[in-house]
Structures are given as C-alpha cells and as structure tokens.
C-alpha cells in the first residue's frame, strides 16, 4: 500500500500570512493531485501535476512536484479566510486507483 | 445542476439494519467510485466502477454491495450495520480510468449508526 504524508495536520494562521504544505512518499506516483474539501462537502480538485519538477500556479496556490515524483507542496500566499478548508494530496499509482493522504486543516483567521 | 448527487445526505440507524445510499451523475462519466471518510477525515477508496463493472474492490467487508444499473448510477448497499460503518461515504465519477483523471465528489452521506 502506497501511503502519502501530509505536513502539517493543523495550521490556524492570520490573514496575510503566507504558508506551505507538504505531501511526502516513498513511492513514485505517475500524478499527484490536490484538493479542497469544505465542511459539509466533497473535495474538489485544485490541480493535476503530472511532470516531475512541474510547478502550477493557480491565483495565490503555487504547487510544486517533486522532481523523483514522490512529493509535493502547495503554497498559498497571502491567505485569506476564503482559503479555510481540509487541503488534500492524492496520487495515482496504478489503476485508476487514487490514493488520499490524511490531509492538512488550514484556519484563516480574519 | 448538481453534477455529482447523493442521497440520503444523513442516515441515522440502529446497529443491525441494512441501507442503501444511492449516486447519480450527470456529467457523462464512465467511471464511478465510492470512498469512506473516517472520523479523522482520512478518505479511502472502497469501490471503481467502469461502465457498469466492478474494477476495484479494496478489501471491503462482503456486507457493502455496490450495484451499478447504468454508468450514471452507483448505489451502495450496506448489511448488518455496525458501529464501525458510523463514517461518511463518498460518491465520486471521472470521465475514465485513465492516470490523473480529475474526480467529481458528490456533497457526501453522513452514516451514524446508534
């Protein structure tokens, strides 16, 4: 069983703040993808990285694959309390079998 | 507009009993799944369907069932109910299996079991 770390598991941050969160494995993964759950909600996705090395910004989320493809970062400048939720990692590995890390709860605080 | 929908969103139920949850999506996927969400939000993967047939099964206790009448339906039957199945379940779809598809979550069932 192919496991993903997630770092740190709880982060409560001010408004303006900026931070990184971190996806880690052993394993190599073909793709990693992060997404965004909400209280009450499913996680929706925030973005695919496919190549390793690749870097995606999306607004003020810049994500990052690893070079060997067996982690990742996500980092969110200037948070703002919009960006509150559950951040997860998830990656494929084999058939389309999605493997989630146990996630990371960020809390913008105003 | 709901592309991903579950139904019921809370079931409340004494130990013992058998349920259903069922899923719908709208977006002409072919491949359906269904996770669990435990109590620490760790989210796994129970089930995969491609256009109808059963391609992943984790190791799920023979009491879940899922059953797949059309590729934009999966429904989940549950058995002899216990303790441990209080969690929330998942119903997701992509357009295929293919490496680093995008998949679309329903809003999640949340099973309390008394």
């Known amino acids: 069983t192919q496991l993903l770390e997630q770092s740190p598991q709880f982060l409560s941050i001010q408004e303006g703040e900026n931070l990184t969160v971190y996806c880690n494995s052993s394993s190599v993964f073909s793709s990693l993808q992060w997404y965004r759950q909400e209280p009450g909600e499913g996680p929706v996705l925030l973005v695919t990285v496919v190549t390793g090395g690749e870097v995606k910004k999306l607004k003020r989320l810049t994500f990052q694959f690893g070079d060997a493809r067996k982690d990742s970062s996500l980092h969110i400048t200037a948070a703002q309390p919009g960006d509150t939720g559950l951040y997860l990692c998830a990656g494929y590995s084999g058939y389309s079998t999605l493997t989630f890390g146990k996630g990371t709860m960020l809390l913008v605080s105003p | 507009d709901t592309a991903v929908s579950q139904t019921p969103k809370y079931l409340v139920t004494q130990m013992g009993n058998d349920k259903s949850i069922k899923c719908e999506q709208n977006l002409g996927h072919d491949t359906m799944y269904w996770y669990k969400q435990d109590s620490k939000k760790f989210l796994k993967i129970m089930f995969s369907?491609?256009?109808?047939?059963?391609?992943i099964n984790e190791t799920v206790p023979n009491r879940f069932s899922p059953k797949s009448p059309d590729k934009a339906h999966l429904n989940l039957h549950i058995n002899s109910l216990e303790l441990g199945d209080s969690a929330v379940y998942f119903c997701?779809?992509?357009?295929?299996?293919?490496?680093?598809?995008?998949?679309?979550f329903g809003d999640g069932t949340r099973l309390s079991i008394l």
């Open positions: 997701a779809s992509s357009l295929g299996t293919g490496l680093g598809q995008p998949q679309h």
């Open positions: 369907y491609n256009n109808k047939e059963l391609i």
